[in-house]
């Protein structure tokens, strides 16, 4: 029996709730409801005073974590989706993300936010927000891609000590299956080499990890052995990792949903200009969305991201420099 991307986050919650009663599970109708994406379906009925609806305030529901991980407990918070977190933007940075460094006292919280495009969804409901609260210190923010790292990661999620944007891709809910879920697991904050190659690099994460994955796919028909490096975790970044994958290669090409400007693809470029420029044998590339808002219509949605068939072209260029 195959499990879902979204099943196993599911899945997750409830073993964290079922392996310690501090963990409770805080957002807008995740109780009887189950959630906007019903990633909380039926714990309710197990934890029914650790289910709880919160008021429709980012704010006042990222606050109250604040104030029960100060109190010893381990805050699950829910947004219905990512683009909303940024009402909740002054609590999580300016207290969630400080809070250990101004009083040495933890903040175990973990924010997931359903993150990323779906055709129709339009600019206010499709945004990547972890380039955002990477810049911040004290946040560790988490971008799984594979159905196992959606289940293994969220619980390294809570057990973590500080404050963990944990962005879930809304795309993958229901497109990813797995046939079970891991006994054991990679440490969330170590990049995985999804594929090996010796022409060119690719650094992605989240769902572009799968639209790598298939121009990997369709440039190897035409002999190019192309590495896949799934970054899973944004900040920090496994640059060692990368680094190792670009001695291999000598070329790569950072793959990212989030726009361009300032983003996590600019990062892993000025990381590897500066600390791997003699691995390199063409200048380092990057592709994101287009630096436009989102749009709703399936087709321009689909020329707003990067594609496997934009990830090829990219990469076929980067070949013959």
């Not at 990381?271 to 219509?297: C, K, V, W």
Request: proline share 7%; charged share 20%.
């Amino acid at each position: 029996m195959s499990i879902t991307y979204l099943e196993a986050i599911r899945e997750a919650q409830a073993l964290a709730l079922k392996n310690s009663e501090d963990v409770f599970i805080y957002g807008q109708d995740i109780g009887l409801f189950g959630g906007a994406f019903k990633s909380t379906k039926g714990l309710y009925n197990d934890y029914p005073n650790r289910v709880i609806d919160s008021p429709i305030s980012e704010d006042a529901m990222v606050g109250l974590a604040v104030g029960a991980a100060i109190e010893g407990m381990r805050p699950i918070i829910e947004m219905q989706f990512a683009d909303f977190s940024s009402v909740g933007f002054n609590q999580i940075v300016n207290q969630a993300a400080t809070m250990y460094w101004r009083t040495s006292v933890p903040c175990p919280i973990t924010i997931r936010l359903p993150s990323g495009g779906t055709p129709g969804s339009g600019p206010f409901h499709s945004q990547c927000m972890e380039t955002i609260y990477a810049h911040y210190p004290g946040t560790i923010v988490m971008t799984p891609s594979t159905v196992e790292d959606a289940y293994s990661m969220l619980l390294e999620a809570v057990s973590i000590d500080d404050p963990v944007i944990f962005c879930e891709h809304k795309y993958l809910y229901y497109h990813l299956k797995a046939e079970s879920l891991p006994r054991k697991a990679l440490p969330a904050q170590k990049a995985r080499i999804l594929r090996p190659g010796r022409h060119a690099t690719i650094i992605a994460y989240s769902a572009m990890v799968h639209e790598a994955v298939s121009a990997a796919e369709i440039l190897s028909k035409d002999g190019y052995e192309i590495e896949i490096v799934d970054l899973r975790c944004v900040k920090p970044i496994d640059i060692d990792t990368v680094l190792g994958s670009i001695a291999r290669t000598g070329r790569v090409l950072a793959v990212g949903e989030s726009f361009p400007w300032g983003g996590v693809t600019a990062e892993i470029i000025s990381q590897i200009s500066s600390e791997g420029f003699n691995l390199l044998d063409a200048p380092p590339a990057r592709l994101n969305s287009i630096d436009t808002p989102i749009p709703y219509h399936p087709e321009l949605w689909r020329y707003h991201r990067p594609t496997a068939n934009s990830i090829e072209e990219k990469i076929r260029k980067l070949i013959k420099e």
